[in-house]
């Protein structure tokens, strides 16, 4: 059942793309983005169980890292994508040491003031990064991963997303994806059965990290002008949780169920009623947050999963 | 160079508002001692006492200081629904420390949106005669309302602690943040405290909300966040289960932030704190006074 | 085998272990008793390097294991379950003990199956291997953590009241069980315990301690008869 539901979606998600306008493209590149993004942080927020709060951070060192790399070396972007992933995943493994020190809220707030000191940094190494005012990638052309239509884009991030789940598949199976979801679930016991927790967080953050910085490059070459201040943000960082632990944390779906209920709708709404009304769509997306943490752990997933289990024992009899 | 005297009077003003600091920091401890519960709203709750305060004043005309009552009243009301729907049905279960910081983020966000959208984002602020009237001791300069929030704060905070060693009440909310299972065993009903804890601590907020109000000139829908960061530092700072040390440590940060705005650029003064937020919460997670955390 | 030697543990001002020596011999099963709050699970714990003594040595098989993170004791062949069941709720029985012998016994993805499953069928939890762990009950979730630490290929086992919750019956079977892995698989084995029957009934040495401190130590008839022993327990109900 799930796999003819995958495919009908994979077809969907190939075929549909050229009858849409720009608008529409530009809304599910921005969902891919997104359910990307919380893929890379379930890594660590949903199996690991370490609730960081400050993924922004590595959105914006891997979006910096690769525009700088193309600003200044003429790097493109498809290798420099690459050392995005490798700088945000030196950073995490700073912020995997601090979750050795801090548990639960502790770590979130922790993860909160690296996330604010990133972009603090960003903003006044001004010899460096350009400052506050940020920097406008102005190239254009498939080399430089920009491109003249919302399409291209669409299918970057497509493949992007379809990479995320798999990734996710392979590793909530693999020997370390088990160590981490051990540790998640009990810390004390993984380190009795022989788990190492320690280099298991830092590597976890790391991964995490790395993957999110491969976002951030996406991310700067979609929107052409990067800025410490619209990038490096709290409500970045927790959108990207709060996307991953609606659709379901700690599974390989979670992000992309989460992305196609609170993106396209805060868009769609924001686009309709204007920035006075633009209350609206974040009101949603507050309350959609509320009920779902509130009344279906497990998020969207988990909730469809035991509804299916308990249709499945119905019909055993 | 600037001269000492405008010196102290940066830091007095921070100062001031480590008193305020340390009143929002308070109810986010009691929050947060009783049942380990992150209060993401609480900034915008301090936001909705201050929109009290306003709107009280330019309707009713009363004075802030009688909205205060009102504030504290409504918020705790406000409170104590919130802590039904977003933190007594998780709060038992396992992850539900984490999923507290989620489901009052959802708060937070509704609150804000609904106050875009009823007061829109212009920023707002009214006189009062606290406001007008200047106070000068050891050569500084103060307004009498930031004087006046700064003696309430701290009023506020010794009542508190008052409530906290001598009412029934308090004492079954220190024997719960103490020890949950051992206040059941003798009879206190947990969930009934916890409503009231977390009542009480946005009552607080919204008492903070009132006494900002008076000599903030920002009040604005989205004014809740420079609260937030600010309260967890000094919460952080402070530690759990102290209540002077909250007074303390929002004194420091103040006088931090000062410090930090006068030696550096305005903002660098946001790296100070958030640097010295971090290099407490790794090297002292218990925070300056708080009790030590167990292990295994 | 194991040799604790003059193990000082304090909690701020609370001594919880003072100067405590400890020997275990191969092969053997050592009872590790003594009342509420005598320091036994602080003794497992600072074994296991959950905790670092104040002062003190800890010797396994020659090495010194004092202070070393639990997972590399783990995997130098001690295995130990916990007072409280600490299971992997949200996974299944069988990757539970999947898990202990990935890490700890270092199998394989095949041989780990078959480590687990026949551990799972050693503790009598073959039908639930496939359940969630967090919807087992206590008893299950012993036992099933008992599976656990075996998998990690163990050479010493510390049993932390494996019995305690279960009814006369079920405690003799369980007894049995541990009884047989010192007999038939050779595993060294420290019981604490409260139970009584159960530690004695199937103890080759016995271990008292008492408030930290030593008290007595030998077979479970001179322990049973020791007057200082049953001195140390007035007060608790305990039939010796």
Same mark, same amino acid.
């Given at each position: 059942?799930? &796999?003819?539901? !995958?495919?009908?979606?994979?077809?969907?998600?190939?075929?549909?793309?050229?009858?849409?306008?720009?608008?529409?493209?530009?809304?599910?590149?921005?969902?891919?983005?997104?359910?990307?993004?919380?893929?890379?942080?379930?890594?660590?927020?949903?199996?690991?169980?370490?609730?960081?709060?400050? %993924?922004?951070?590595?959105?914006?060192?891997?979006?910096?890292?690769?525009?700088?790399?193309?600003?200044?070396?003429?790097?493109? =972007?498809?290798?420099? #994508?690459?050392?995005?992933?490798?700088?945000?995943?030196?950073?995490?493994?700073?912020?995997?040491?601090?979750?050795?020190?801090?548990?639960?809220?502790?770590?979130?707030?922790?993860?909160?003031?690296?996330?604010?000191?990133?972009?603090?940094?960003?903003?006044?190494?001004? @010899?460096?990064?350009?400052?506050?005012?940020?920097?406008?990638?102005? +190239?254009?052309?498939?080399?430089?991963?920009?491109? @003249?239509?919302?399409?291209?884009?669409?299918?970057?991030?497509?493949?992007?997303?379809?990479?995320?789940?798999?990734?996710?598949?392979?590793?909530?199976?693999?020997?370390?994806?088990?160590?981490?979801?051990?540790? &998640?679930? @009990?810390?004390?016991?993984?380190?009795?059965?022989?788990?190492?927790?320690?280099?298991?967080?830092?590597?976890?953050?790391?991964?995490?990290?790395?993957?999110?910085?491969?976002?951030?490059?996406?991310?700067?070459?979609?929107?052409?002008?990067?800025?410490?201040?619209?990038?490096?943000?709290?409500?970045?960082?927790?959108?990207?949780?709060? #996307?991953?632990?609606?659709?379901?944390?700690?599974?390989?779906?979670?992000?992309?169920?989460?992305?196609?209920?609170?993106?396209?709708?805060?868009?769609?709404?924001?686009?309709?009623?204007?920035?006075?009304?633009?209350?609206?769509?974040?009101?949603?997306?507050?309350?959609?947050?509320?009920?779902?943490?509130?009344?279906?752990?497990?998020?969207?997933?988990?909730?469809?999963?035991?509804?299916?289990?308990?249709?499945?024992?119905?019909?055993?009899? | 160079? /600037?001269?000492?005297?405008?010196?102290?009077?940066?830091?007095?003003?921070?100062?001031?508002?480590?008193?305020?600091?340390?009143?929002?920091?308070?109810?986010?401890?009691?929050?947060?001692?009783?049942?380990?519960?992150?209060?993401?709203?609480?900034?915008?709750?301090?936001?909705?006492?201050?929109?009290?305060?306003?709107?009280?004043?330019?309707?009713?005309?009363?004075?802030?200081?009688?909205?205060?009552?009102?504030?504290?009243?409504?918020?705790?009301?406000?409170?104590?629904?919130? %802590?039904?729907?977003?933190?007594?049905?998780? /709060? $038992?279960?396992?992850?539900?420390?984490?999923? !507290?910081?989620?489901?009052?983020?959802?708060?937070?966000?509704?609150?804000?949106?609904?106050?875009?959208?009823?007061?829109? =984002?212009?920023?707002?602020?009214?006189?009062?005669?606290?406001?007008?009237?200047?106070?000068?001791?050891?050569?500084?300069? !103060?307004?009498?309302?930031?004087?006046?929030?700064?003696?309430?704060?701290?009023?506020?905070?010794?009542?508190?602690? *008052?409530?906290?060693?001598?009412? &029934?009440?308090?004492?079954?909310?220190?024997?719960?943040?103490?020890?949950?299972?051992?206040?059941?065993?003798?009879?206190?009903?947990?969930?009934?405290?916890?409503?009231?804890?977390?009542?009480?601590?946005?009552?607080?907020?919204?008492?903070?909300?009132?006494?900002?109000?008076?000599?903030? =000139?920002?009040?604005?829908?989205?004014?809740?966040?420079?609260?937030?960061?600010?309260?967890?530092?000094?919460? /952080?700072?402070?530690?759990?289960?102290?209540?002077?040390?909250?007074?303390?440590?929002?004194?420091?940060?103040?006088?931090?932030?000062?410090?930090?705005?006068?030696?550096?650029?305005?903002?660098?003064? %946001?790296?100070?704190?958030?640097?010295?937020?971090?290099?407490?919460?790794?090297?002292?997670?218990?925070?300056?006074?708080?009790?030590?955390?167990? &292990?295994? | 085998?194991?040799?604790?030697?003059?193990?000082?543990?304090?909690?701020?001002?609370?001594?919880?272990?003072?100067?405590?020596?400890?020997?275990?011999?191969?092969?053997?099963?050592?009872?590790?008793?003594?009342?509420?709050?005598?320091?036994?699970?602080?003794?497992?714990?600072?074994?296991?390097?959950?905790?670092?003594?104040?002062?003190?040595?800890?010797?396994?098989?020659?090495?010194?294991?004092?202070?070393?993170?639990?997972?590399?004791?783990?995997?130098?062949?001690?295995?130990?379950?916990? *007072?409280?069941?600490?299971?992997?709720?949200?996974?299944?029985?069988?990757?539970?003990?999947?898990?202990?012998?990935?890490?700890?016994?270092?199998?394989?993805?095949?041989?780990?199956?078959?480590?687990?499953?026949?551990?799972?069928?050693?503790?009598?939890?073959?039908? +639930?291997?496939?359940?969630?762990?967090? !919807?087992?009950?206590?008893?299950?979730?012993?036992?099933?953590?008992?599976?656990?630490?075996?998998?990690?290929?163990? $050479?010493?086992?510390?049993?932390?009241?494996?019995?305690?919750?279960?009814?006369?019956?079920?405690?003799?079977?369980?007894?049995?069980?541990?009884?047989?892995?010192?007999?038939?698989?050779?595993?060294?084995?420290?019981?604490?315990?409260?139970?009584?029957?159960?530690?004695?009934?199937?103890?080759?040495?016995?271990?008292?301690?008492?408030?930290?401190?030593?008290?007595?130590?030998?077979?479970?008839?001179?322990?049973?008869?020791?007057?200082?022993?049953?001195?140390?327990?007035?007060?608790? *109900?305990?039939?010796?």
């Amino acid at each position: 059942m799930k &796999r003819y539901l !995958t495919i009908l979606a994979l077809i969907l998600a190939l075929a549909l793309p050229p009858f849409l306008d720009e608008f529409s493209l530009a809304v599910l590149v921005q969902t891919l983005m997104w359910a990307y993004l919380a893929m890379s942080w379930d890594v660590i927020g949903g199996y690991g169980g370490q609730f960081s709060l400050g %993924h922004a951070a590595f959105l914006g060192l891997g979006a910096y890292t690769s525009t700088l790399l193309l600003e200044n070396f003429g790097l493109i =972007p498809w290798i420099g #994508i690459w050392i995005s992933g490798i700088v945000a995943g030196g950073a995490g493994a700073l912020v995997g040491f601090a979750s050795l020190r801090l548990r639960g809220p502790f770590f979130a707030l922790g993860t909160i003031a690296f996330a604010e000191l990133t972009q603090l940094l960003l903003t006044y190494l001004k @010899d460096i990064t350009g400052g506050p005012l940020g920097i406008m990638i102005n +190239k254009v052309g498939f080399e430089y991963m920009i491109f @003249d239509k919302q399409i291209y884009y669409y299918y970057l991030m497509l493949a992007f997303t379809v990479f995320g789940v798999l990734f996710l598949r392979y590793f909530e199976r693999s020997k370390f994806g088990i160590a981490l979801i051990a540790l &998640r679930e @009990d810390e004390d016991a993984a380190e009795a059965v022989g788990i190492d927790v320690y280099r298991a967080k830092v590597l976890g953050a790391s991964i995490s990290a790395f993957l999110t910085g491969m976002g951030g490059t996406l991310y700067a070459q979609w929107i052409h002008y990067i800025r410490p201040d619209t990038l490096v943000r709290l409500d970045f960082s927790t959108q990207i949780a709060a #996307i991953d632990v609606v659709g379901g944390a700690g599974s390989p779906y979670g992000g992309i169920i989460g992305a196609l209920i609170l993106v396209p709708i805060s868009l769609y709404l924001n686009a309709l009623f204007g920035g006075m009304v633009a209350g609206l769509s974040v009101l949603l997306y507050g309350v959609v947050l509320l009920v779902v943490v509130v009344l279906m752990p497990g998020g969207i997933y988990g909730f469809l999963r035991r509804i299916l289990m308990r249709r499945e024992r119905y019909a055993r009899g | 160079m /600037i001269e000492l005297g405008a010196y102290s009077q940066l830091i007095i003003s921070y100062a001031i508002l480590g008193g305020v600091y340390a009143l929002t920091a308070l109810g986010l401890s009691l929050i947060w001692g009783v049942m380990r519960a992150v209060n993401w709203a609480h900034g915008d709750l301090l936001m909705l006492g201050m929109y009290t305060a306003y709107w009280m004043v330019l309707l009713l005309g009363i004075d802030p200081l009688i909205a205060a009552i009102v504030a504290f009243c409504l918020l705790g009301a406000l409170g104590g629904i919130i %802590h039904l729907i977003a933190i007594e049905p998780v /709060i $038992e279960k396992p992850g539900g420390h984490e999923a !507290t910081l989620l489901s009052t983020l959802g708060i937070s966000v509704a609150i804000q949106s609904i106050a875009l959208i009823l007061w829109s =984002p212009s920023p707002r602020s009214y006189d009062n005669i606290y406001k007008g009237i200047y106070l000068e001791f050891f050569g500084v300069r !103060t307004s009498l309302a930031e004087a006046i929030a700064f003696s309430l704060s701290l009023i506020a905070i010794f009542l508190t602690d *008052q409530f906290m060693k001598r009412s &029934r009440l308090g004492k079954a909310i220190r024997a719960v943040s103490q020890n949950p299972i051992g206040a059941r065993v003798v009879g206190i009903d947990v969930s009934k405290i916890r409503l009231f804890t977390f009542a009480i601590g946005v009552a607080l907020a919204g008492v903070a909300g009132v006494l900002v109000s008076t000599f903030y =000139p920002n009040i604005r829908p989205l004014a809740g966040y420079i609260w937030d960061i600010a309260s967890y530092v000094v919460v /952080i700072f402070a530690g759990l289960g102290s209540i002077y040390g909250v007074i303390f440590s929002g004194l420091i940060i103040g006088v931090l932030e000062g410090i930090g705005a006068i030696t550096f650029t305005n903002a660098f003064r %946001h790296i100070l704190v958030y640097s010295v937020f971090l290099v407490v919460l790794l090297l002292r997670p218990q925070g300056l006074f708080g009790r030590a955390l167990r &292990r295994v | 085998m194991l040799e604790a030697r003059g193990i000082t543990k304090r909690f701020g001002g609370l001594v919880a272990l003072n100067d405590v020596t400890l020997n275990v011999n191969k092969g053997e099963l050592l009872g590790l008793i003594g009342p509420n709050g005598s320091g036994k699970t602080t003794l497992f714990n600072v074994i296991t390097g959950f905790y670092k003594p104040d002062s003190g040595r800890v010797i396994f098989k020659g090495i010194d294991i004092t202070g070393m993170r639990p997972h590399k004791i783990t995997r130098l062949g001690i295995g130990r379950t916990f *007072q409280i069941p600490k299971p992997f709720g949200r996974m299944t029985v069988l990757e539970n003990v999947m898990t202990a012998a990935f890490y700890g016994g270092n199998a394989s993805g095949s041989e780990a199956r078959e480590i687990a499953e026949r551990w799972i069928e050693y503790v009598r939890l073959r039908e +639930k291997a496939h359940q969630e762990a967090r !919807t087992l009950n206590i008893v299950e979730r012993k036992l099933m953590e008992l599976a656990r630490a075996l998998s990690t290929n163990p $050479e010493l086992l510390l049993l932390d009241e494996l019995v305690a919750g279960l009814n006369p019956s079920e405690t003799m079977e369980v007894a049995n069980l541990v009884r047989r892995l010192v007999d038939d698989f050779g595993i060294t084995i420290v019981m604490v315990e409260h139970v009584m029957r159960a530690v004695m009934t199937i103890s080759d040495r016995v271990f008292v301690l008492h408030r930290g401190m030593k008290l007595a130590e030998g077979t479970p008839e001179e322990i049973s008869r020791d007057p200082r022993v049953i001195e140390a327990y007035l007060g608790e *109900q305990v039939r010796l």
